[in-house]
């Protein structure tokens, strides 16, 4: 049984519009959740966080939305770049587990 | 600079041979992982440490195993138990917090031919 799920494996947007990246979850114990951004062949690096006593955080051009509720969370960047192009992955943790778990990834790219 | 090095790059291996994939840390971390990608997947844990001489198995741990003598280094073995060893591999590290922000290395994309 898969607990972080990305349903959308690909986006593509225009430069300059939002880009909206979605994340659900299954395991009402996580409570800490991260994006990663990965190019081809390297290491995913992280991105942004969230914790579960807040609903959103920004960063730049990167904010992420955490619905308790939904067990859903978003991740949104405005402007897209075409540099934003990658796969995004998010991650989730409970506290004490000490390891994260995965999604399956979202691809973007970002079109001049 | 703070980083994690694995090694090698590119691996090729025999059916049969076990492999192993070095992950060296200098960022002082006490957690070490190892995650596995395959195409069109997200990252599966197959083992992580939070402790030197203390590791637990993750996801995927059948068919490999790892070592912690060390705080700096987290070897893995493919054996020739894993029945589809060809993946990248990911080795990781974080600060043993809340938060678990993990630091990734380059990967290791090992192909079993």
């Not at chain 1, 409970?94 to 994260?100: C, Q």
């Not at chain 2, 002082?28 to 001489?53: C, E, F, K, T």
Request: net charge neutral; glycine share 8%.
């Amino acid at each position: 049984d898969q607990q972080v799920k990305q349903n959308s494996p690909s986006l593509s947007v225009q430069e300059g519009r939002i880009s909206i990246l979605n994340c659900d979850y299954t395991n009402s114990m996580f409570d800490y959740f991260l994006w990663y951004k990965k190019y081809p062949a390297e290491g995913p690096t992280f991105l942004i966080s969230i914790s579960s006593i807040k609903d959103k955080n920004e960063d730049g051009r990167f904010t992420v939305f955490l619905n308790k509720s939904a067990k859903h969370l978003s991740l949104h960047i405005v402007p897209s770049q075409p540099g934003d192009s990658a796969v995004y992955f998010c991650a989730a943790s409970a506290k004490g587990a000490g390891k994260s778990t995965f999604g399956d990834g979202t691809t973007l790219t970002v079109k001049p | 600079d703070g980083g994690i090095t694995q090694s090698p790059k590119y691996l090729f291996r025999k059916e049969g041979q076990n492999v192993t994939l070095s992950c060296e840390q200098n960022l002082n971390h006490d957690a070490m992982y190892w995650y596995r990608q395959d195409p069109g997947q997200g990252l599966r844990l197959i083992y992580y440490s939070q402790i030197v001489n203390d590791f637990q198995k993750g996801d995927i741990a059948e068919g490999y195993s790892v070592s912690r003598e060390k705080k700096e280094s987290f070897p893995l073995t493919v054996t020739s138990a894993q029945k589809n060893p060809t993946a990248f591999y990911l080795c990781a590290s974080s600060r043993v917090s809340v938060t678990g922000e993990l630091f990734f290395g380059e990967g290791s994309r090992l192909t079993v031919l």
